[in-house]
């Protein structure tokens, strides 16, 4: 009994480095080396707390050099370890995230995960050396100590659970559907108003503060802290499970962990000595294997019992479109008058683009570009493939940076601002690539972009739940609803993946929607739209000028530019050459040449 008990405990370790290494991997895509190190963290932060204080210079670890402890209960110190492992994590995550990406982070954090072994091993006085701290109390509940491994099993049990419904809730809250998009696509997560460097950082802490939490029951149940219980080998283990297991599905690790867990013991008792080389080569070959015939894993993402779940509450979906008076989910306050029958009479300039120029070595792309988009109408930007047009888009968000000129929002600079911070302010975009988060369903796409939401914060999301399940509620439903309103008649809940390319561009205009913003930037709105959905397209972003909105669009299609827009803007090399009505801009031969060709 107590046998299989040491076992259980062993692979419920692993378990929860696995679970929450997943929650960076699986939901967020950054790929991190050093969980180990924090799993050491924790160990060596509770041994530390834990020990006996020294008496009259007495050695508690005679063997290794450390004098003493500070004579702490096991629970309290756990605590600490917790918010050593996230405090050490926030300080490395912050500078790295915000900076270095893919396989740089993969480098800066196996870089941290040999220093902190190293830092283990070196370290006599602190970490008693290659020997380890030790004898570490063991743990303590209701004042018996708990020895026996069926007794620490329980504990262990418990909290891998409370770790597994952790990650379960933060991996399926709107916080996990922000990591999601910053999986698939961090700039369209910017681009909708939503900070994407703070989520990581969280994440990344909250990750490394699990792994501190099963540091501190491994130093309690082995009463020792090592360097080699926390080396790297341990940190690619928990990213086999992961991998194993399918990223983004817990249900998964919880299963990767046990059949990779369960191995040692059946190994140890089939070939003994010759264990350790087997089990590295039966994980590689499992590696391997599902590499190459299952690489979502043992259990894809978006299966489970949750997914279940979901397909039995969905109700079928309409498939009659409805009218193209824009849902609440689409509304903002605006100081400008609505009208239901046409554009908005209104002269006022609500956004100022003014010299803008950018030059990519020594070709200029945009040359001194001025115009003005007044409020509740929508203006064009045509002109020849190459003229510049989502350029100046990226120049206007500051998705890239203008070499000058300034651009204003009601009268106030935003030029200055993040892709986030002129969301946030009321302009939003659409990109011509769509850019959707694709292993996100429809209805997630749409929802990411609404703003407002407590679930996005995870300390509002563990204080309060239920409101913020039911402001999780309402968003889908907005979501649910802006989807009919664009005309996407699929399930909502199909992924992205799963849709054609037609609906994809529908999903990114409601998602753009979705952002509550004043100013829209739409980019090329129709490309790849069934020619019968077409119509309601046209519908549809009348109907937002209507409501007071402004657009500025690229369209290619004359046509197009005929039927939507108030006034155009044409550009060419960078350059502005005309403003007025399509109608004017095309009776001029000079420019009908440049746009068809001479």
Not at 101 to 111: F, K, M, P
Request: aromatic content about 6%; overall charge neutral; some cysteine.
């Amino acid at each position: 009994m107590e046998y299989y008990a040491d076992i259980a405990i062993q692979i419920m370790f692993l378990m929860m480095l696995a679970l929450s290494l997943n929650l960076l991997i699986g939901y967020t895509g950054e790929t991190s080396m050093a969980q180990a190190a924090f799993y050491g963290v924790g160990a060596y932060t509770a041994g530390l707390l834990t020990l006996p204080v020294a008496v009259a210079g007495l050695e508690v670890a005679t063997s290794s050099g450390v004098a003493g402890g500070q004579g702490w209960g096991f629970w309290p110190a756990a605590g600490v370890a917790v918010l050593v492992s996230f405090a050490v994590a926030s300080a490395i995550s912050l500078p790295a995230l915000s900076r270095v990406r893919g396989e740089y982070l993969i480098l800066l954090t196996l870089a941290f995960q040999l220093v902190v072994t190293q830092l283990m091993g070196s370290l006599t006085s602190v970490t008693g050396g290659a020997f380890g701290l030790t004898p570490i109390p063991p743990m303590t509940l209701f004042g018996e100590m708990l020895v026996r491994p069926s007794q620490v099993a329980a504990v262990v049990g418990l909290l891998t659970v409370l770790t597994l419904l952790i990650c379960w809730g933060l991996g399926e809250s709107p916080f996990g559907r922000i990591l999601k998009g910053i999986r698939e696509h961090e700039s369209a997560v910017r681009a909708v108003g939503k900070n994407t460097v703070v989520p990581k950082a969280v994440v990344f802490g909250i990750a490394a503060a699990i792994a501190g939490l099963a540091g501190a029951l491994n130093a309690s149940y082995y009463q020792v802290a090592a360097p080699q219980s926390f080396n790297l080998d341990v940190s690619i283990l928990a990213i086999g499970v992961v991998i194993l297991g399918g990223v983004a599905n817990p249900l998964g690790t919880v299963v990767a962990a046990v059949l990779l867990g369960s191995l040692k013991p059946v190994l140890d008792s089939l070939v003994g000595d010759d264990a350790i080389a087997w089990r590295g080569v039966i994980y590689g070959l499992a590696l391997v294997l599902v590499m190459r015939y299952r690489p979502q894993g043992l259990i894809p993402e978006h299966r489970g019992p949750r997914d279940l779940v979901n397909r039995f509450r969905r109700r079928p979906e309409t498939v009659e479109r409805p009218s193209t008076q824009a849902p609440a989910a689409a509304k903002a306050p605006s100081p400008a008058p609505t009208s239901t029958s046409g554009p908005v009479q209104e002269t006022a300039a609500v956004l100022t683009i003014a010299g803008m120029t950018k030059s990519f070595g020594g070709v200029k792309a945009v040359k001194d570009v001025t115009f003005d988009l007044t409020r509740g109408q929508i203006t064009a930007l045509v002109g020849p493939n190459g003229a510049g047009k989502t350029t100046l888009f990226n120049l206007i968000t500051n998705t890239i940076r203008a070499d000058e000129g300034t651009v204003s929002l009601n009268g106030v600079p935003v030029d200055g601002l993040s892709i986030t911070g002129v969301a946030r302010r009321g302009m939003a975009r659409s990109f011509q690539d769509g850019r959707l988060f694709e292993r996100l369903s429809a209805i997630d796409n749409v929802a990411m972009a609404i703003p407002g939401q407590e679930g996005e914060n995870p300390a509002l999301l563990a204080l309060r739940p239920f409101r913020s399940r039911t402001r999780e509620r309402a968003t889908r439903q907005d979501a649910a609803d802006l989807l009919r309103f664009v005309g996407m008649n699929q399930d909502p809940h199909t992924l992205v993946s799963d849709l054609s390319y037609g609906d994809q561009k529908l999903v990114a205009i409601a998602r753009l929607i979705a952002t509550g913003a004043d100013v829209l930037l739409l980019d090329e709105p129709t490309s790849g739209v069934d020619p019968s959905a077409v119509e309601h397209v046209i519908d549809v972003i009348k109907g937002l000028r209507d409501e007071g909105k402004t657009i500025c669009l690229v369209e290619h299609s004359v046509h197009m530019v005929e039927r939507l827009a108030d006034r155009a803007v044409f550009l060419d090399q960078g350059q502005v050459l005309a403003q007025g009505s399509i109608h004017e801009l095309m009776a001029r031969r000079e420019l009908t040449e440049i746009y068809f060709g001479a």
